[in-house]
């Protein structure tokens, strides 16, 4: 079945300092791809998304491009703040509109 | 008011007893889900329904059942709770405007069950 996988954290960084988070998924056909966020205490909120090949998501700083030949969807932060700290998701929407989700990245950013 | 509201926020039940949690919704979607959040596990998909007589199952059904009572309600029930459901459900609500697959989901604030 349709899948993803995402990096195991806590992933631990300094403020200012460069993020990476790695998202591979597997699925049939051409899903769509996202990016969640959950703050402390609270549910998921959208914080980026791409739709086919090729497409850079981008919102408050993150990126992520949508690499069909990779399967992946990374992503990237040129500079973290303390306030980044949260737990990532990256996901996937299916051809049956199945929302899928990975296991999570918790980040931790230190002043 | 939230978008998406889950009832009841935190609840505890024992082994055996049948517990339903609610999910109602403002945003006038046709898509609704349920979720459950374990630690290292990311979200699991129990159910989804994308119209009053259109429910399906997810990766994790065995155990619970769901009700789409109209398009702005969606209910999840543990018939007999065990304490591997303790866990945080969340529900969360998609559009289906133009049959796409790249709207985005919105979530409730979620419901934290303990089944002792």
């Known amino acids: 079945g349709n899948s993803v996988t995402q990096m195991e954290g806590p992933v631990t960084l300094s403020e200012e300092a460069f993020l990476t988070i790695n998202c591979t998924y597997t699925?049939?056909?051409?899903?769509?791809l996202f990016w969640y966020v959950q703050y402390p205490g609270e549910g998921l909120q959208l914080l980026l998304k791409?739709?086919?090949?090729?497409d850079k998501g981008s919102n408050k700083g993150f990126e992520a491009t949508y690499r069909k030949e990779t399967t992946s969807f990374h992503l990237e932060k040129g500079s973290v703040q303390v306030s980044d700290s949260a737990v990532y998701f990256c996901?996937?929407?299916?051809?049956?509109?199945?929302?899928?989700f990975g296991s999570g990245t918790r980040l931790l950013v230190r002043p | 008011d939230a978008d998406v509201t889950q009832t009841p926020r935190n609840r505890i039940t024992k082994t055996g007893k049948r517990i339903m949690l609610e999910c109602s919704q403002t945003?006038?979607?046709?898509?609704m889900y349920w979720y459950r959040q374990d630690p290292g596990l990311g979200l699991r998909l129990i159910y989804y329904?994308?119209?009053?007589?259109?429910?399906n199952k997810g990766e994790i059904s065995d155990g619970y059942s769901v009700s789409r009572q109209a398009q702005a309600k969606f209910s999840l029930s543990l018939e007999s709770a065990i304490p591997n459901q303790t866990a945080l459900y969340f529900c969360?609500?998609?559009?289906?405007?133009?049959?796409?697959?790249?709207?985005?989901?919105?979530f409730g604030q979620g419901t934290r069950l303990t089944v002792v």
């Open positions: 969360a609500t998609s559009p289906a405007a133009g049959g796409g697959r790249n709207t985005e989901a919105f």
């Open positions: 791409a739709t086919k090949a090729d």
């Open positions: 945003k006038g979607h046709d898509r």
């Open positions: 996901a996937l929407m299916d051809s049956s509109y199945k929302l899928i």
């Open positions: 699925a049939t056909g051409y899903p769509s």
């Open positions: 329904s994308f119209d009053v007589k259109d429910i």
